[in-house]
């Protein structure tokens, strides 16, 4: 695909299939991944490739738990709204199947700063992760960038024997799409950027 439409129709995928993903196009997409800038070039990321039905069972059971609970007192109103409730249904349904998504990628990085998990942290994973999901998109598999799991992480690290020392950043699902892609909405760019100064607009061509 051309590298600008690959973008342009790469958005959350939350609706997949439990048909299998093979481990060639998991290897690519890990490939894209690790070839994002990260701050120093730590490149202080490990990334879990999940299969196993059990695990995914116990953490499709956590993350169903973290949903309910972060996103279950709004649930009424979010689906009085027409596009939050698209939203919503298309989260609550992933909340619902994560154990049938055929393969959860957990990126994870070593907290080297002491700090935790904050801005700058996550600046040194995040766009391997952007990266992993845009060759998703380029290979026609569906993925969404997911972080309750975070609500259960002790279970998470217990379960998959992470070291106390790598933070878990993103639960990324990865299968083929029941739906299909397309460009979603989104505001111009024109409404959101200023130049040189906050405030200040330009157009195009101007």
């Known amino acids: 695909m051309d590298f600008f439409d ?3 129709t790469q958005r959350a995928m939350r609706r997949l299939k439990p048909d299998p993903v093979s481990d060639e196009d998991l290897w690519t997409i890990l490939d894209a ?35 309910d609970r972060a996103y279950g ?19 609550d349904y992933l909340a619902n199947h ?13 907290n080297r700063t002491g700090f935790g998990a904050d801005v700058s942290h996550g600046a ?6 952007q990266n992993l ?8 598999l569906g993925t969404t960038l997911t972080t309750l799991h975070r609500l259960h992480e002790q279970d998470v690290r217990e379960l ?9 950043m993103a639960l990324i699902p990865v299968g083929h799409p029941r739906g299909r892609f397309g460009e979603p909405q989104r505001v111009p760019a024109e409404k959101v950027t200023y130049w040189d100064r906050w405030g200040e607009r330009k157009t195009r061509g101007g």
Request: hydrophobic share 50%; no cysteine.
């Open 73 to 91: 007192p709004r649930r009424d109103a979010m689906l009085e709204d027409a596009q939050a409730g698209r939203m919503f249904r298309s989260a």
């Open 6 to 8: 690959v973008i342009r």
């Open 33 to 67: 991944a690790i070839h994002a800038p990260s701050g120093g070039n730590t490149q202080g990321w490990n990334f879990v490739v999940i299969r196993d039905r059990a695990v995914k069972e116990k953490i499709g059971a956590w993350y169903l738990e973290a949903w």
């Open 160 to 168: 998959l024997g992470i070291p106390a020392d790598v933070d878990t």
């Open 124 to 129: 040194s994973i995040y766009p391997a992760v």
């Open 133 to 140: 999901m845009l060759a998703a998109r380029a290979l026609g």
């Open 98 to 110: 994560l154990a049938d998504v055929p393969a959860l990628i957990l990126a994870t990085l070593q």
